[in-house]
Each structure stands twice: as C-alpha cells, then as structure tokens.
RNA sequence: GCGGGUGUAGCUCAGUUGGUCAGAGCGCCAGAUUGUGGCUCUGGAAGUCGUCGGUUCAACUCCGAUCACUCGCCCCA
C-alpha cells in the first residue's frame, strides 16, 4: 500500500475494486440482520469529540468561519462518539432496540505506519435499548460478525471473548484506597496487553497498583486459566474462584453468551475464551470480544467490540440510559495486508463484464446501439472508442481483466451478427443480437 | 509527542574513493502479425538524480538546511 500523502492511503483500481467487495459483503451482511444504514457528519463538535477521546486523537481542528463564534469542529475519530450524539438527539423518534450499521472513514492524528493510518473505514454496528437490552444481543452481534468474516473467504481467524465484569470483579477486591477506579481501569489495560509484554515486564508493572502478594499469585492462576482447554473446561474453572458476585456475574454472562452461540450455531473453533481480555475503550462494561487472524500476527486484530451499560452519558447529561453492543470491522487494516499476502483476488482492474469492440468507426452508433442492448440485459459494458487496430482493443481487454469481447465487422453488424470471444477459455460463440434475452446472459455469465 | 531510515525514469532499484554515471529490469508505445489478447523478437518514448544553499576546476556522489515518504515507541482499528 502506498500513500502519497502520508497516512492516507489510496487504491489502484484492481485494489479498490477488491476493497469494494468486500466492504459490500459486510454491508449485505449487516443487512441481512436487518441493521439500517447511518450517516453522520465527518465533523463533530470538539466539545462532543473531547467527551471520549483525547486531543492528540483529533486530526485537524477547525474553527468555523466566523470568527466571532466560539464553535470550533473537529474530524471525527470513530464511529461511536457520532452514534452516541446521534441518539442523545434523536431518541425520540426511533425505534427501540436499535439495530444501524455505519461504514465510514475516521480520523487520528496519529503518526502513521504500516497498518496504521491517519484516515481509515471503520464498520460498524451496534443495537441500542431503552435502560435494558437483552444478552441474546450479544451473542447475535458475535454471529453476525463470525459470519461476516467467514464469508469473506479471509484467513483463519479466531474471536476472543472476554466479560468486563469477570476482571473487574477480581481487580476490585484486589485494588483499594484512593484513585482505586482509575487504577483498575489502568490495571486493566495492563493485562489487556500480557501477549505483548514479557514476563518480567507484566509483572514488574502490576506490582506498580498495590496489589498483595498473595492476590497477585491469585490473579496469575486466574490469568492462566484460558491456556488450559476448552471454552467449557475453562468456564468450569472460573466459577468456583467466586471472587465477588460481580465476578460471578460476569462468568455467568460469558456462560449464557456462549451458550447462545452454540444454539446459534456458530462452531466452537471460531470462539474462545481469554480471561486477560479487556480491550481499551473505557465504555465497555460487559461482553467484550477481539477477532485475529491465526496466522497473521503483525497487524493486530481485524475487529472486535462489547457491551457498554451507558452510551450516552458521556454526550449528554440526561437521565435517559441507552444500553448497547456493538462490533466493529477494521478493513483499512485488514484488506492491504490480505493484497500484500496474495491472499485477496485482485486479479480484475475493471468492473466491466463484456467490451464491444469497435472495427469500423464509422458505424459508432451501432456499436453503441449494440452496447446499450447488453446493458438492458444488466451486462456491465464498455464499448472501445479509441481508435485502435482490433488486437489493441482486445489486449485492453485482457489486462483490464475484461472476460469477454464481442467481435464484429460493419457486414456482421448489418447482419446482426456478433463474435462472442471469452478471453479465458479462447471460446467464440457466434449470436443473433436483433433479440437477445438469457441465453446471451447465461453466455456471459 | 520521542527516536531511527530513505529520497535517481510510471514501478522496483543499481550507480564503486567526487572525474562519459545519467543506467538495468519490469511497465508503457510501435512493428514483426491487415479482423483476435497473453509468449517471443526488434525498435521507441521517458528522469533539472526531492528542493534550496555550500565546498570544489568538477557534485547523483561530500557538507548544511528544508520538504516528503518510511520504520520503531506511545496509542489504537
């Protein structure tokens, strides 16, 4: 992938084609579960985007216009902050639980590198309640994200899933005093990265939050619990720690979403269970989940997402709560790596299915005459206007990745006559084309 | 925000201690092949060597500045 300016990347066509494909699959996807397209503005309010994220975060600050407001905008860093503000404005006139989905280009202004952008997609979907939003919600959202990577013919892949509730209802008893709540959430992000870390390192730095030794060496046991087995034996082992009804809640909720999955029927190798999960944004409160690829290790995860208890607070100050889940793809990541691997087809440069070629210009119309009848028939077609010699026009073809060429001189064509040529197999196929219908679609097929 | 690297044709890069060093491969265009692509062969177009300044008889080569891109760290998708 190479950007011209920094950070922002940019396509070739047989690269943004496949990009496209498989942008569409998640969409048809989300579709399919009945979740309705989103659109926000690229800009927010700082004031808005500066409830969650950080100013470094902020790529751009724009002060409107005007000088004498004070209003100032800034680009938008993810797609739950506008989601967010979206409701805490429109509440009142939609429909309870939610379902929408979103694919749209953020921005970071962070510094860029491989896989790391300054302007990326994100896709997202969420299901919002009114105060309460069934479990079921969480497993549905953890299938419907299974499904869609499955169907994306990528790589192996595999979902961890995790429970808030299950670290937090641990770290709590563990970590008291003063600042205890920021502690735990810095505590958190700490084991959130033990794969990153090495031992020494893990270690050294959660001694920094007080915690004794002998709930350290609790937490060590409790920690490596998802090394040993499978997504039961490990559940089988958490419930009897019974470190707090708040642990028990979580192991609880893990049990019943993965229980869920089972009856949805998504297999068991796609999911499992990791109790060091915890994923960085503060919201999540319960189910959380990261998807990876198997064997792809240097691009981090390629999606992942949760349950928040509380979407909007953090927007507006109103009494209402809004429950949510939601996941998020990232393709931005994802589709240059699987390029660079060979590991996407993206052997067409062209959308088109049939050129016409054109032998004898002065009969342009009735090539373009022909072309329209092949549109009709909904055959995505493009008629060669340049003037070429006919082996020219067919080489276009080919390395454009255009499968088939119609062929036909001016006698043919008063005759209506044609050439179907399929480059790939070198079949010829001689039509009439006064009246075409299916068959000459089941041709170009 | 901090710390490295690189900058020569559309792309990937080579250019020896400063002195025919402006090159190769791929790609592109044309022809061999007057209705039919990929292969092969032949020929062709294409670069103010990132930019500005300095050193020198001489700079792609050395020095400085600047811009751009890039890789790590932080953080994230």
Redesign the pocket.
């Known amino acids: 992938m ?6 922002f990347p940019e396509f070739l066509p047989n690269e943004q084609i496949a990009f496209n494909n498989v942008m569409n699959t998640i969409k048809e996807h989300f579709e399919l579960y009945g979740f309705v397209p989103m659109d926000t503005p690229a800009v927010e309010r700082i004031e808005t985007l500066l409830a969650k994220g950080n100013d470094s975060e902020i790529y751009g600050l724009y002060r409107l216009a005007d000088e004498n407001s004070k209003k100032s905008l800034g680009l938008r860093f993810d797609l739950t902050v506008p989601f967010a503000r979206y409701v805490s404005s429109h509440h009142g006139r939609m429909i309870f639980p939610h379902k929408r989905y979103q694919i749209a280009p953020v921005w ?1 202004g ?8 300054r302007q ?1 997609y ?1 896709c997202d979907v969420d299901i919002i309640g009114e105060d309460e939003l069934s479990i079921s919600h969480d497993a549905e959202i953890l299938k419907l994200i299974t499904e869609t990577l499955r169907d994306l013919n990528i790589p192996e892949f595999t979902t961890k899933v995790n429970n808030r509730k299950v670290l937090t209802g641990f770290l709590k008893h563990v970590i008291v005093g003063e600042h205890a709540e920021e502690k735990i959430l810095e505590c958190m ?1 700490l084991i959130d990265k033990i794969d990153k870390l090495s031992v020494d390192e893990f270690w050294k730095g959660m001694e920094e939050f007080g915690i004794s030794s002998k709930d350290l060496t609790k937490l060590k046991s409790f920690l490596e619990v998802e090394k040993r087995g499978s997504n039961e034996e490990i559940l089988k082992m958490l419930k009897p720690l019974n470190f707090s009804a708040e642990f028990n809640e979580g192991v609880s909720e893990l049990e019943t979403v993965l229980d869920l999955l089972k009856k949805f029927g998504i297999e068991d190798r796609y999911v499992k269970i990791s109790t060091s999960l915890a ?3 503060s919201y999540y409160t319960g189910t959380v989940f990261e998807t990876s690829f198997d064997d792809i290790k240097d691009i ?5 997402g949760g349950r928040y208890d509380d979407l909007t607070s953090m927007i507006s100050g109103s009494d209402k709560k809004f429950v949510g889940v939601g996941a ?1 793809i ?1 393709i ?2 994802m589709v240059p790596k699987l390029i660079d691997k060979g590991l996407l087809n993206c052997a067409k440069s062209t959308t088109s299915q049939l050129l016409v070629t054109v ?1 004898n210009r002065n009969f342009i119309g009735s090539y373009m005459k022909l072309s329209g009848k092949f549109r009709r028939l909904g055959i995505k077609t493009e008629t060669y206007l340049q003037d ?5 026009q ?2 276009y073809a ?2 454009k990745g255009i499968k088939y060429v119609l ?3 001016d006698i ?1 064509l008063l005759d209506n006559k044609a ?1 179907i ?1 399929n ?2 197999t ?1 079949e ?1 196929t001689v039509i009439r084309t006064e009246y075409m219908g299916k068959e000459v679609v089941d041709l170009l097929r």
């Open positions: 190479k950007s011209d300016i920094s950070g970071r962070e510094r860029p590198q491989y896989g790391r952008y990326f994100q992000h994923r960085g944004l981090g995860s390629i999606g992942g998020s990232g931005s990541r032998q070429k010699s006919l082996g020219a067919i080489g080919s390395r062929i036909a001189n043919e050439i040529r480059l790939e070198k010829q």
